[in-house]
């Protein structure tokens, strides 16, 4: 038994030791340049959480008013493309500044639940929309990465994100505004290949602002979709955001 122990401490301290062993450094000078730029490609998921208005009074054609109650939710994750560019500045040997110009694709998927109406099967009436939203992001994020081992080197990142929003049908149940901006935290890994850097990253962004557009319900021309868009009293973008970025 005592010879059993003895074989696993050795085993145990030999993976040990060849785990902090050295190896060749590929583009061992990379991060010494002041200024260096990429290209970043990824996916995102976006989302939205809606503060709901509740029962709401409306006019009906005729001149009555009827209560009414429409709770709206973002109830599926629709995978989007990401592309853009990165330019990447030293600031010393653990902190840099980096500007990542991107384009989001992607959409968000509502369900409006109207609890006043339901069907003959005794089911609350529900209607859709698809949100399909294209972003022109601007963040400029703070990285800091801890020493490089080998060829690795992880790092945690922070930012602010000023967006634009290109899409928005005139006569959808919701619009957004034009201009959002978001927090963003992550973190990644720089991992140096023979001939270039490439580095995987994942990144939580939150909308600091009032994404809807308030002013959408004056210019619904069907008098039955007001009811929806007024359902909602505040919105906030989120998304989840996969990217590789190539230097």
Same mark, same amino acid.
């Given at each position: ?108 998927? /509502? #369900?409006? %639940? $109207?609890? @006043?109406? &339901? ?5 609350? !009436? ?39 929003? /290109? #899409?928005? %049908? $005139?006569? @959808?149940? &919701? ?5 959002? !901006? ?66």
């Amino acid at each position: 038994m005592r010879r059993l122990q003895t074989i696993i401490l050795f085993s145990a301290l030999t993976a040990s030791m060849s785990a902090q062993e050295r190896t060749v450094q590929n583009k061992p000078y990379i991060d010494l340049r002041p200024l260096h730029f990429g290209i970043s490609v990824g996916m995102n998921m976006q989302d939205f959480e809606f503060e709901n208005v509740g029962p709401q009074t409306i006019t009906l054609s005729d001149g009555t008013q009827q209560v009414r109650t429409i709770l709206c939710d973002a109830d599926k994750w629709n995978p989007g493309f990401s592309v853009g560019v990165v330019a990447e500045a030293r600031l010393n040997s653990q902190l840099s500044l980096r500007f990542n110009p991107t384009m989001h694709f992607g959409a968000k998927h /509502l #369900t409006f %639940k $109207d609890m @006043d109406n &339901i069907d003959e099967s005794g089911k609350i !009436t529900e209607t859709t929309q698809d949100l399909k939203s294209t972003y022109i992001s601007f963040p400029l994020d703070l990285k800091f990465s801890a020493p490089r081992f080998n060829n690795h080197r992880p790092y945690i990142m922070a930012g602010i994100n000023p967006m634009i929003n /290109l #899409t928005g %049908k $005139d006569q @959808d149940f &919701i619009r957004l505004k034009r201009w959002d !901006t978001m927090i963003e935290v992550g973190m990644g890994c720089d991992l140096y290949l023979p001939f270039f850097k490439i580095i995987p990253e994942l990144k939580f962004c939150y909308s600091l602002t009032d994404c809807l557009d308030k002013n959408h319900v004056n210019e619904l021309r069907d008098e039955n979709l007001k009811a929806f868009t007024n359902s909602v009293r505040r919105g906030q973008n989120k998304m989840i955001v996969l990217t590789f970025y190539f230097e």
